[in-house]
């Protein structure tokens, strides 16, 4: 497996707060690689970093097997970004957007198989400032590509978008791993990383606290199931299992290696409490739960 970029010790201050606390990882040809945390993790900061938008503190970046000192356009050339936040010439169409941003590159991708790739063929001719979210997204992974880049970084690439545009770019965010490109994808959403990425990172107060295929991690729990179900009354669900919560919709989830046992302690102690169980679920762990289980705190908070 080639390594296509390492970081090592990477830190990150602004003030007193340590956006990126010594962090290291590596990327290898081809895979989607994704930094999963909440908002305010370190995931912008550290990818910025990577972009050449910001420097760091400390540590240490290879590219392509090369220690480098400043992100300059020698690494530019070969990678792409899509940032969180794009803007646009709102009254120049698509295609002419996307032709002034391939003019910035000596390397260049053919923009008409961009817009077919992007599904954004029909929108070619369309001003800018007419696009929706989720087609002003779609050009910013274009614009992302127009210098054909080996390694494609994706900042939340759906936050804001609704399930149906979602999964579409989740479709062309496996396309761009077929076609071969290496792929660093920030999110904070796990649905997203569990879809998508081959090996996830979980950041925390910019330090990672996890790191493997979404089955390491689920494994790591060493539990089986996770059960949920609402109460219409209630019963001290958390002094039985330790490892239970109540959210604030009032839903209960127990983590459990043994689901027979735990759904037998539950209705006996409904019984015993004369409260009804509703809308009960047994689900694999997952992403969530793993952070739950770390910190203490959910992913959604
Ligand atoms: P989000 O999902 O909200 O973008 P993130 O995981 O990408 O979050 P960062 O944007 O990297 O996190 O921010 C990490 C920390 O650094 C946060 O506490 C944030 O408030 C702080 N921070 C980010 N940029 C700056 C800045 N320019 N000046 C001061 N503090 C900043």
Redesign the pocket.
């Known amino acids: 497996m080639e390594e296509v970029l390492k970081v090592v010790g990477l830190k990150k201050c602004?003030?007193e707060?340590k956006?990126v606390d010594g962090i290291s990882f590596s990327i290898y040809r081809g895979e989607i690689f994704s930094l999963l945390?909440p908002?305010?993790?370190?995931?912008?900061?550290?990818m910025e970093i990577l972009e050449g938008l910001r420097r760091p503190d400390a540590g240490e970046i290879y590219y392509f097997g090369e220690r480098v000192q400043k992100i300059d356009m020698r690494i530019k050339e070969r990678i792409g970004m899509q940032l969180?936040d794009s803007r646009f010439f709102d009254y120049l169409t698509v295609k002419e957007n996307l032709e002034f941003f391939a003019g910035l590159y000596s390397r260049k991708n053919d923009v008409t198989r961009l817009l077919d790739i992007l599904g954004l063929q029909d929108k070619s001719k369309t001003l800018v400032k007419h696009l929706s979210g989720g087609q002003l997204k779609r050009l910013a992974i274009a614009v992302a590509l127009v210098n054909d880049p080996e390694v494609v970084f994706l900042d939340?690439p759906t936050t804001g978008l609704d399930p149906q545009a979602r999964r579409t770019l989740w479709n062309i965010i496996v396309k761009l791993k077929e076609m071969g490109k290496t792929i660093f994808l920030?999110t904070?959403y796990m649905e997203e990383a569990e879809q998508l990425a081959d090996r996830v990172f979980i950041?925390d107060h910019?330090r990672i606290i996890a790191s493997g295929t979404v089955n390491e991690l689920v494994n790591s729990l060493g539990m089986e199931s996770v059960v949920e179900f609402d109460l219409d009354g209630t019963m001290p669900v958390e002094e039985y299992f330790k490892d239970s919560r109540k959210f604030e919709d009032g839903r209960y989830e127990i983590t459990t290696h043994d689901p027979e046992k735990t759904l037998s302690i539950v209705y006996e102690l409904a019984r015993k409490h004369g409260v009804k169980i509703r809308n009960l679920v047994i689900r694999r762990p997952n992403l969530e739960d793993v952070f739950l289980h770390l910190t203490g705190r959910s992913l959604r908070d």
Do not use: F
């Open positions: 602004y003030e707060v956006a945390g908002n305010g993790a370190g995931k912008t900061t550290t969180q939340e920030t904070h950041i910019g």
